[in-house]
């Protein structure tokens, strides 16, 4: 089992900026890739970006793309989301998730691991 555990959400107003941390513990190294998901108020949890452990390559829903960054650190076993520009439409519950697929696979069922989620809210 793996467990995954986020941090860091909160208030902000539009144009501020975030950084989410995920904390992984347990099996971590059965799994090749850790992401993010958000889930907005009646809509559909949705795929922010992801990363892989060993290599660092990353991929990018294009709602965020260029405005947020994920990274980990192995040492800690952490992914973190750097969102910078946040925007109203950020507003969500972000989840951590982490998957064992070699390639970068978007949708839910690739995730086999979650966190509890973190609420971010962004003010106009």
């Known amino acids: 089992q793996v467990q995954l555990v986020e941090s860091g959400g909160g208030l902000v107003q539009a144009g501020g900026s975030l950084r989410l941390s995920c904390a992984a513990s347990?099996?971590?190294?059965?799994?090749?890739?850790a992401g993010w998901f958000r889930q907005a108020p009646g809509k559909e949890r949705e795929f922010v970006a992801t990363?892989?452990?060993?290599?660092?390559?990353?991929y990018y829903a294009d709602s965020v793309k260029g405005r947020f960054t994920i990274s980990r650190d192995n040492a800690k076993n952490t992914v973190y989301l750097q969102m910078n520009s946040l925007k109203p439409e950020d507003t969500a519950v972000y989840y951590c998730?982490?998957?064992?697929?070699?390639?970068?696979?978007?949708?839910?069922?690739?995730?086999?691991?979650w966190g509890q989620g973190t609420q971010v809210t962004v003010s106009s």
């Open positions: 998730a982490a998957s064992n697929r070699v390639v970068a696979d978007t949708s839910e069922s690739a995730h086999a691991y």
């Open positions: 347990g099996r971590t190294f059965s799994t090749y890739r």
């Open positions: 990363i892989t452990w060993s290599s660092g390559r990353t």
